[in-house]
């Protein structure tokens, strides 16, 4: 054979296979990442939202609180619920009257 029909091989072939290698595991790499990254913003997500729950139950209880405190100042107005009430806490009678206390 003469030198220019001679045929030549070159070790090209190996480092391609090894570029697809690395290509592939990089690839591999960043959509590792990219789902670890999601699964905390999901989870992010998803204590952001539980609280959100919490605080609006929290508000619901509190409105609940200031309607009835609403309505016990309208009832404070009132001369003759002011009477029940002080009779009720503090144990105030009338004169000539007689307390009796039922144990259960």
């Not at 002011?82 to 307390?99: S, T």
């Amino acid at each position: 054979m003469s030198e220019k029909n001679k045929v030549v091989s070159y070790p090209g072939r190996p480092r391609r296979k090894l570029k697809r290698k690395a290509l592939a595991a990089t690839i591999g790499l960043c959509v590792v990442i990219a789902a670890i990254l999601s699964l905390g913003q999901a989870y992010a997500s998803w204590e952001a939202n539980k609280e959100l729950r919490t605080l609006e139950s929290k508000l619901q209880d509190v409105k609940e609180e200031n309607e009835r405190l609403q309505e016990e100042m309208v009832l404070l107005q009132d001369m003759e619920y002011i009477e029940i009430k002080a009779r009720e806490r503090l144990g105030l009678v009338r004169p000539g009257e007689m307390i009796f206390y039922v144990v259960d």
